[in-house]
C-alpha cells in the first residue's frame, strides 16, 4: 500500500510563501504524474498543479506565474513551490500521485492526507 506523507503547509501572511512537499513512502515500481490539489471549505477538490513522468507542468490559471511543482523522482518526492500567497489559496492541499507497486500491477490513484495552508490578509 502507497502512502503519501504530506509537510509544509501553515499560516502565513498574503504576499509570502511556502513550499510543500510529498513523499510516496512504500515499495514504487513506478510513478507516472504526480499532482497536487487543493479544497477550500464548501468547495470541490480542484487540481492545482501537475507533472509527469518526463517532468512536463500543468497549472490552474489562478496560480501560473506563482506557483512551481516539481519532483525528485530518485526520493519519490513532489514538491510545491508556493509564492506571492493570496487569502484566495487559503485551503487543503493535498498530493496525488499515479503509481505502480510492480511492474505487472495496474496504475492506481494514491492521496495523501492533506495539509492545511491559511493566507491572512
Known amino acids: 500500500q502507497v502512502q503519501l506523507v504530506e509537510s509544509g503547509g501553515g499560516l502565513v501572511q498574503a504576499g509570502e510563501s511556502l513550499r510543500l512537499s510529498c513523499v510516496a513512502s512504500?515499495?514504487?515500481?513506478?510513478?507516472?504524474?504526480m499532482n497536487w490539489y487543493r479544497q477550500a471549505p464548501g468547495n470541490e477538490r480542484k487540481l492545482v498543479a501537475a507533472i509527469t513522468s518526463g517532468g512536463s507542468t500543468n497549472y490552474a490559471d489562478s496560480v501560473k506565474g506563482r506557483f512551481t511543482i516539481s519532483r525528485d523522482n530518485a526520493k519519490n518526492t513532489v514538491y510545491l513551490q508556493m509564492t506571492s500567497l493570496k487569502p484566495e489559496d487559503t485551503a487543503v492541499y493535498y498530493c496525488n500521485v499515479e503509481a505502480q507497486t510492480s511492474w505487472y500491477g495496474a496504475i492506481r490513484v494514491y492521496w495523501g492526507q492533506g495539509t492545511q495552508v491559511t493566507v491572512s490578509s
Open positions: 512504500a515499495a514504487i515500481y513506478s510513478i507516472s504524474t
